[in-house]
């Protein structure tokens, strides 16, 4: 096959950048892009957002960071000029990962995240994964090494390296000064690097400034319903996430658990969208076996059960624990028909991400991602690997990161196979030189 590339030019290279047009020589041109420019380059350079990543991620002579798509523009004074544009599907010197879909790891422990560094594109975590999980874990923070969030994403930060984007949360997205929460994200742009940061804005619904306190003291129960949200609270995540957008942060807008979310949620322009998937299947198959119960025997005791379970996990307020049998039995069974949990489309629980895949291929935010995140049990993943191989989804494969804890994913880089393999392996090997 024939192959052009910038050395395949004529064009010098413009003065005073050849440290940097060296690191890209090697870059390859389409038959057309080489036709369009052969006659037109009077010289190579390079942008300055080129020098800026340089600049940022000290690299090697001869090569570009992980991170980075090498691409190409033509500058009205006749420079074709390379730039480097942040795209976390490639690793260094502009050569793709291995595979489309991309790995990420929810942690903020660094003591495990070097194991999987190597390997993944994102890394995510949150207020409950920096403290709870690891800052004030005796387990994991070993010796109390780690105090301050700060000193935690930079210990990540220097393990993770350029090419794989950091998601962070801020400490409470509620704060109505919005130049705190602007201050907060600044904070994380210079500990993480302008070309890796990425700022988590959850999804709010009924809850705000003024009900937010409810969440932390007695029962930590709402007095209203998810679906009496007014606009103005609602929205407040999208207005937050599309705000920063426009401050040039790129955003992770998080908290999607129902289908219905994401239309709405591309509205705010983010960078990631997710998909949850755990709590989701595992509530469906809870209703649906009390709801079993009931059509089995008639006992309108399953009904009450459901009710109760319903407002401990925030359906309905407490309020409506007294709410009508009926309605309860026509309400879960309308939830589980949206769900599509008796036919194929929902029965791995799955069928959140199928249609945000396929809302995605149909919007213009075209370097928006999903992340598949809430993951457990021995088939989550499994039935991901196998959604991601169905025909229909090809051509999505490059729009998908799989995030978990390390090691959940551990999980499925073995067999039982391996452990037989490896015991013959070395007990043939015992005693030999």
């Known amino acids: 096959m024939l192959k052009f590339g910038l050395f395949s030019l004529s064009a010098p290279i413009a003065r005073g950048e050849e440290e940097y047009v060296s690191r890209v020589m090697d870059a390859e041109l389409s038959r057309e892009e080489y036709l369009s420019v052969r006659d037109s380059a009077r010289f190579i350079g390079v942008t300055d957002r080129f020098r800026d990543v340089i600049s940022d991620f000290p690299t090697p002579e001869g090569g570009t960071p992980a991170g980075f798509r090498r691409e190409f523009m033509m500058s009205p004074d006749g420079v074709l000029r390379v730039d480097l544009f942040r795209d976390i599907s490639y690793d260094k010197n502009g050569v793709p990962r291995p595979t489309k879909v991309l790995y990420s790891a929810d942690s903020a422990n660094p003591y495990e995240v070097k194991h999987v560094a190597p390997f993944i594109a994102n890394l995510t975590c949150n207020p409950l994964i920096i403290y709870d999980l690891f800052i004030n874990n005796p387990d994991a923070n070993a010796g109390k090494k780690f105090k301050t969030r700060d000193e935690v994403m930079r210990e990540i930060a220097s393990i993770l390296g350029p090419g794989c984007d950091i998601s962070v949360e801020l400490n409470n997205p509620f704060e109505k000064d919005f130049n705190a929460l602007l201050d907060e994200a600044e904070r994380f742009r210079e500990l993480l690097g302008k070309y890796r940061v990425v700022i988590k804005v959850p999804h709010t ?88 119960s009931y059509e089995n025997t008639g006992n309108i005791a399953y009904l009450e059960e459901l009710r109760g379970y319903l407002v401990n996990n925030d359906f309905y307020p407490p309020s409506r624990f007294t709410a009508k049998p009926q309605e309860v039995l026509d309400f879960c069974k309308n939830l589980l028909k949206y769900r599509h949990f008796y036919d194929e489309q929902g029965r791995d629980g799955l069928d959140g991400m199928r249609h945000n895949l396929r809302v995605l291929r149909n919007c213009n935010m075209l370097d928006t991602r999903l992340i598949v995140c809430s993951m457990d049990g021995p088939d989550n993943y499994p039935d991901i690997d196998k959604l991601l191989c169905e025909p229909e989804f090809q051509d999505m494969n490059n729009r998908v990161v799989i995030t978990a804890a390390p090691d959940y994913l551990a999980r499925f880089t073995s067999t039982s196979q391996v452990t037989g393999y490896q015991r013959r392996f070395l007990n043939a090997a015992k005693g030999q030189d």
Do not use: W
């Open 205 to 292: 619904g009924v809850i705000n400034a003024e009900n937010m306190h409810k969440l932390l003291e007695g029962d930590k129960k709402l007095d209203i319903g998810y679906d009496d949200a007014k606009a103005i609270d609602a929205m407040y995540g999208h207005a937050l996430a599309l705000k920063l957008h426009e401050h040039g942060f790129r955003i992770n807008f998080t908290l999607m658990f129902e289908p219905y979310q994401t239309r709405l949620a591309l509205q705010a322009r983010p960078y990631f969208i997710n998909t949850f998937l755990r709590q989701r299947l595992v509530q469906s198959g809870k209703i649906n076996s009390y709801v079993e």
